[in-house]
């Protein structure tokens, strides 16, 4: 399967700022997306990202406070805006390969700490 | 709306023992059913998929579908104390195309 980095591993920020989020895969792939998983909790789709176009969003999260970016077939970025202590979670990415079915590949996944 | 649900646990089985877990879906159009396993801190990790009705097997991982029942669950021999984990039903309604649907997951506690 392909190999997903995530960037950055953990931050800590501040009420009100952002974090973007890096994911990086060392394929093309034909899908990828974006979960947020809090503590204790199972998987949340936040969207999926469409390579040259806007992303598709789930309901619940608008692209004001998540815009995601994928430029190419082997990259997306996911900001999280105008933090607040909820947004204190997981984020992952996930990939969904050429040529397989359904099977969705996890990057690591970053921690974020909202202060 | 499509709903995934897991028996939240803990399950505890002994080691070398068999552990079922077990996973009800609500869309009858489901077409594939995936199981990860997620140790604490870590991202899901996927064991094993399947699409048709009947088992499908992987090592000590048994996978088992029926979709008359809209049921799946996974049987695994010969517990390890490495199979302590989260374990996280997804379901998918197409194939190739469509995002899933994860369960809350069943923690998995293998005894010594």
């Known amino acids: 399967s392909a190999v997903i980095s995530q960037k950055p591993s953990r931050d800590i920020c501040q009420r009100g700022t952002s974090l973007t989020i890096q994911c990086q895969v060392d394929s093309q792939v034909t899908m990828m997306f974006w979960y947020r998983q809090q503590p204790g909790q199972s998987l949340t789709l936040i969207a999926t990202?469409?390579?040259?176009?806007?992303?598709?969003?789930e309901s619940g999260f608008v692209i004001d406070k998540f815009p995601i970016s994928r430029p190419n077939l082997t990259f997306s970025t996911l900001t999280v805006s105008n933090l607040s202590p909820e947004d204190s979670s997981i984020y992952l990415c996930s990939v969904l390969e050429a040529g397989g079915y359904n099977e969705q590949f996890f990057g690591p996944g970053t921690r974020l700490t909202v202060l | 709306q499509k709903e995934v649900e897991q028996n939240s646990g803990p399950l505890s089985v002994p080691e070398g023992a068999i552990a079922s877990l077990n996973c009800t879906y609500s869309?009858?159009?489901?077409?594939?059913f995936f199981w990860y396993r997620q140790y604490s801190g870590k991202s899901p990790e996927l064991i094993m998929f399947?699409?048709?009705?009947g088992d499908k097997e992987d090592g000590r991982f048994t996978a088992q579908l029926n979709k008359a029942s809209q049921y799946v669950s996974l049987l695994i021999r010969d517990s390890q104390p490495s199979d302590s984990a989260t374990y996280l039903c997804a379901v998918g309604s197409n194939f190739g195309n469509e995002k899933l649907t994860f369960g809350t997951g069943t923690r998995l506690t293998i005894i010594p």
């Open positions: 399947i699409y048709s009705n």
């Open positions: 869309d009858r159009g489901s077409q594939s």
């Open positions: 990202a469409n390579q040259g176009s806007e992303a598709t969003y």
